[in-house]
């Protein structure tokens, strides 16, 4: 088993920026990255979920 946490930081940060792009209403834009992310999530066997579940342990 790998350490996943400097993926998902890595990942984290794309995250954000989707969420702040979903907040300006550019859901065109938002779309795109959240493909982007998707794809790059399974090359290190993350899931849109885990970037979810991280954003919600700071709350």
């Keep these: 088993m790998t350490n996943s946490t400097p993926h998902l930081v890595a990942w984290m940060v794309e995250y954000q920026k989707y969420i702040?792009?979903?907040?300006?209403?550019?859901?065109?834009?938002?779309a795109e990255l959240k493909l982007e992310i998707e794809e790059g999530l399974q090359w290190v066997e993350l899931t849109w979920a885990d970037l979810e579940f991280a954003s919600n342990q700071g709350k």
């Design 20 to 30: 702040d792009l979903v907040e300006k209403n550019a859901f065109e834009a938002a």
